[in-house]
C-alpha cells in the first residue's frame, strides 16, 4: 500500500497503541497535521497554547499512565519550544517520542526559514535521536523511537522529519512490526544470595529507594520485602505514593527536604539498600558522608548509575522487579524492634511547622485537599517552595499519583502536565498544586484546559515572592532579596475568568475548605489563589554538600 | 586517586552525526580529550574511534558504561598497555638551510624516519611511533627552525587474536 511519510507516521503511532497525541502545528508539519486530520478518528490531538505545555503533558501523560507520551512539533522555533520539556522528561527517565518536521532536505543546511538542528540541539537531553531525510529511513525510524524511549531506563526520543519525507510515498504495511521483547536486566543467582546474606545479617537496615522502583511497578515486593525482614524505608520525590503513607515502616522522605527521621535514619544504618536510585545531590548532599556507617548496596537498571555518585559496596545491574521478585524467597522472617522504634520515634518528632503571619498555612491547604479528595486523585506540581510542601504533606497512597520535575527542578512544568494526566485519566481527579512563581511561567495552558473541558483544580501558593530563591536569600544571603520581590498584581481570579473558567480565592482554612468544595463541582479549569505568607519556609533542610549534622529544622 | 592516561576503542555505527555523539557525550560528562582518531574497519558498516583522555580508574569505568548507552555504539574497551600496541603518526615541516639538512637527515634516520618533501628551503619528514618516541624526536629537533607539526594522535590495536564464535 502507498502511504505518504505522513501516513506512515499515523500508522505507525496505531501500531505502537497511540490513541492520543499533544502538539502544536506550522508551516513545515502541514502534512503531518493533514494526516492527523484523516486520522481524527483514530489519534486525537490535543492542541496546547505552546510547545513546552505540549511536552509537558506529553510528560505528564505518560507519568500518570505508564505509557509513552507523543508530542509534535513544527521545525525551528515549534521544535526549540519543546526542548525544555525533553530535557525535564530526560532528567526523570520518562518515555516519550517527540516528532518533529523540519524544512524540506533540499533546504537543510541554508538557514531557511524556521530551520534549526534540532537533532543537534536535543543530543544531550535524549536517549537516541534521528534526522530523518529520505522517506526509506522513516518506518525504521519510528519503530526504533518506541523501542528506544520504552527499553531499560525509559527516556525522550526525538524523530526530526524533513517535510519533503512526510510528502513522499511508501510502499508501507501496517501491521507487520512485531515488537521484539526488550532484554530485561536481571540478576544472578549468585547477587541475590549475597544480598539477602547481608539483609539477614544486619541489624539496623533502611531501604532508600527511587523513581526506579516506581517505573519498574515494584511497589508491592518492596512493601512485602519490607514487612518480612523488618526494614524501615525512605524515598525519594520520584517514588513518593510507592508505599503508602500510613505504613508503619514509612519514614518519609529523604534528603534536602526530607524528614529528620529518614535523615538520621540513613547516618545510622549499617545496611543501606538502595533500590532504582541515583544518589543524587539532593538526597546524598555529601557523597563522602553519606550513610558513612552502612554497607552500601545498589540495585538499578542501568549500569552508568553504579557508583557515579557515590560508592558502594555492592552493586547489581537488574530491572529492580525482576530483583525483588528473585529475592523475596530468600528473606528470612526477621525483626529488628529496637532500631524500628528508634527510627520511627524519630518520625513522630517531625511535626508540621507554621510560620509567616498569614492565616493559612502550606500544610493547612495540602491536609484540607487530601480530606477532601478521594484516594485515587493524581496530584502535578511545579517547582519550588510548594513542590516540597506538597512532597511533604500529601498523603501518599499510589505509585504514579504523584507527578512532579525530579531531577531537572522545572518551573512551569505542572500545569502541561496537569494537562497530560487528566487526558490520560478522565475518571481520576487531578489537582495541580502550584506556586504564583511557577505558575506565571506557563499559566497560558488554561485556554487548553478550558478548550478540553479539563477540570484541573490549580491551587496556587499565592506568597507574591519566588519562594524557595527568597528562603535561600533569607538563609544565605542576609535577606538580600535579588530578583524575587517582583511586586506581581495579578489578579488570578480574574485571569482565569478571562480564559473562561472559574477562580476562587482563600485566606484562612474555613475559606480554602469552601471554595475547594465548590471547585470540586465544577466541569472545567477552576484557580484557587491561596494567600501564604512569604515567611513562610521548607523545613527541616540540610544545606547543598551539608549532613545530616547540619539540618536546619526551625 | 591518581589520574593516568587511558586508551580506549570504540567500535560504532559508520553513520552520519555518530561521532559528534559520542564526543559531545564526553564533553558534558567532563572528560577532557587528549586525542581522537576515527577510521573505517573492515567492515563497512562500522568505524573505530580511539580515544585517549586523562582519567582515573572510576571515571573509566564511567565514561565507559555512559558511552556504552548510546544507541549506535557497538563495542567500546579499554586498552591496556601492556597487551596493546599504540601508534602515532607525526607530519613536520622545518625550515632549513642547507648547512642543517645533513645532519637532521641524521636524525630522521636514526628514529626510522623519512623525509617526504624536500624544496631548497623546507623539508617535511614524516614518522610513525609510539607517543614516547615522537616526543624524543621532536626534542631532537627542537632546535631547528620548526614551521609546522601534525600528529594523529594514537590509534591502537589489542595484540593476539581470538577467534570468537
Redesign the interface.
Known sequence: MKLTGSQVIAEILLEHKVDTVFGYPGGAALNVYDALYEYKDQIRHIMTAHEQGAAHAADGYARSTGRTGVVFATSGPGATNLVTGIATAFMDSIPMVAITSNVPNSQIGKDAFQEVSITGVTMPVTKHNFFVNKIEMLPKALHDAFRIAESGRRGPVLVDITKDVTAAKIDYKPGNYQSKPAEVARPTEKELKKVADLINGARRPIIYFGGGVAAGEAGLQLRELMKRADIPATYTMMAAGVIGYDDPRNIGLLGMHGTIAANRAVDKADLLLAFGTRFSDRVALNPKKFAKKATKVQVDIDKAEINKNVHVDYAVVSDIGEFLNGLLPLIEKNEHPSWVKEVTEMKKTTGDVKQGDSDLHPSEVITSICDLTDKETIYVTDVGQHQMWAAQYLKHKNTHSFITSGGLGTMGFGYGAAIGAQIGNPNKRVIHITGDGSFHMNLNEACTAVSEKLPIISIIMNNRVLGMVYQWQTVFYDGRYSSTTPERKTDFVKVIEGFGGTGYRAENPEQFREVFKKALQQEGPVWIDCKIGREERVLPMIPGGGTVEDMIIG | MTSKKEVISIFVDNQ??VL??VV?LFG?RGFNIDSLTVSATNDPALSRITVVFDGTE?SL??II??T????NVRAIFPLKKEDSLFRELLLVKIAVTKEDRSAIKEIVEIYRGKIVDLSKTSMIIELTGETSKIDGFMKMIDCYNIVEVCRTGITAMERGWEEKE
Open positions: 552520519a552525526n559528534t555523539r559531545s558534558r572510576q569505568a564511567q558504561t555512559q556504552e548507552k548510546l544507541e
